[in-house]
């Protein structure tokens, strides 16, 4: 692991003076805002209940819903860098971000029709993908917009406190539902949590726009189409493979440890309930204390993030990752305690690898080109993102024929092909260079 830092350029996309705190906490409250998709809908609520005995078998429900997200992901990485670069063009990053926002609210709010019936399950599946697409385009902007707020002295904790408060969101969210459905609640009020989540995050996400305007361009961007807009994308990275080699291997590393790590979310919930036997109400309980778990975690790990540097913070998480991961596999006959305590201590490194993730690029981008990386940033994530899904169901098949002359279900094998995922982007990572310190970028 070389310790050597490429040249920095000689302006960087982050600001040079810190933001106020009003601005910084209304840049964080998005993630707050938006958390019901991440935490109540693709992780412990709605792809639990799309996956229930309402809909079908549950293997095969589990199989059909992660190839949805797969080609949610193909959508996603055509269109994130182009629809990027033309934010930073145009400088309306922030009108971008807002009717992307409330797109994602009404999609949240439209899972209310899906009815706890088998003909049902393609029109969740649909919406869920759907709504992926339109969650991962606005983190482009989300992410870009990180540079209005961070210096690079702080950009470790801004990102942080915006990952912090996105896991302390998704505790909120489920302890409104919980408090207004109560702790049980049968599948079918699952469709009136949607309608809470489309508010929830119409209301909470009104500070950014408040706090935080578009900026026009320092010089004036015609319109390129799309065939021109890929023409730039690749200039771009023809660039970057001659100026900063690192930031394009840093992004395709990153690309196969964060499907890693959305993979162990969106699938946890699933594995809870099918594999460890927890009900409804269990898996609602603990994506609680998983949230409490992961919002503290990521807080903590942002101030080391600005003292020791994002990628010991990342390697640390994923190494941690890869053990409890094998863990769960290894252990899971021992049943929801091995769940419970491997589960929550996965939870200590799946925000904090993802928010020093944010950071390291974001020391990386040059000025004007926030939104176009960011939007590499979700590309060659979501370039790979059949990675976890399509190993997640390839797991459960190969389980499935090692387990044919016994009664057991195989969905726990699952678990395998995201360890492995996980895995292949820790070796990627260990090559990447360190980012240039605050000092550095200062001097330059």
């Not at 609520?45 to 005995?53: E, I, K, N, P, Q």
């Not at 493979?241 to 993979?263: I, K, M, Q």
């Not at 491997?342 to 974001?362: D, H, I, T, Y």
Request: net charge positive.
């Amino acid at each position: 692991m070389s310790s050597t830092h490429e040249v920095t350029p000689p302006k960087t996309a982050l600001a040079s003076s810190k933001a106020s705190t009003g601005k910084v906490i209304s840049w964080a409250m998005w993630d707050w805002g938006t958390q019901p998709f991440a935490t109540v809908i693709t992780t412990f609520v709605f792809a639990v209940y799309l996956t229930s005995g309402a809909f079908g078998d549950n293997d095969t429900l589990t199989k059909n819903l992660a190839w949805a997200t797969g080609i949610a992901g193909i959508c996603v990485a055509l269109l994130a860098p182009v629809l990027g670069q033309g934010a930073d063009r145009k400088g309306r990053r922030m009108f971008h971000l807002r009717w992307q926002t409330w797109l994602l609210a009404a999609v949240s709010a439209a899972m209310y029709f899906v009815a706890p019936s088998p003909e049902y399950f393609w029109l969740g599946a649909i919406l869920l993908a759907g709504g992926n697409v339109v969650s991962e385009i606005a983190n482009v902007n989300y992410y870009a917009a990180i540079d209005q707020v961070s210096t690079p002295r702080n950009v470790g904790r801004v990102s942080g406190l915006g990952w912090g408060l996105g896991y302390l969101g998704g505790i909120a969210i489920l302890l409104v539902i919980i408090a207004t459905l109560g702790s049980d609640f049968p599948a079918s009020d699952v469709r009136i949590a949607m309608l809470i989540c489309g508010a929830w995050t119409l209301l909470f996400t009104i500070p950014i726009f408040v706090a935080l305007k578009d900026r026009k361009p320092t010089t004036a961007a015609p319109s390129l189409g799309i065939v021109g807009s890929y023409k730039a994308l690749f200039a771009s990275i023809r660039s970057l493979w001659r100026t900063s080699p690192n930031t394009l291997f840093f992004l395709l590393a990153s690309a196969l440890f964060r499907d890693g790590l959305a993979g162990v979310f969106t699938f946890g919930g699933v594995l809870a309930a099918g594999t460890f036997g927890f009900k409804f109400s269990e898996v609602v309980i603990f994506g609680v204390a998983a949230n409490v778990t992961a919002g503290v975690a990521t807080m903590l790990f942002g101030l080391l993030d600005d003292k020791l540097g994002p990628k010991r913070v990342i390697l640390i998480s994923l190494v941690s990752l890869v053990l409890l991961g094998t863990g769960i596999f290894v252990f899971h006959d021992g049943g929801k305690p091995v769940f419970w305590a491997l589960g929550l201590l996965m939870c200590l490194f799946v925000g904090p690898a993802q928010s020093a993730s944010r950071s390291f690029l974001a020391r990386l981008i040059p000025e004007g080109m926030s939104g176009e990386i960011f939007g590499l940033y979700a590309t060659t994530g979501r370039a790979v993102s059949f990675l976890s899904p399509l190993l997640f169901g390839l797991g459960i098949t190969i389980g499935q024929s090692v387990l044919s002359s016994t009664q057991e279900a195989a969905q726990y094998w699952g678990i395998l092909g995201v360890v492995v995922v996980l895995l292949a982007g820790l070796l990627l990572a260990l090559f990447v260079k360190d980012p240039p310190r605050a000092t550095e970028v200062e001097a330059a």
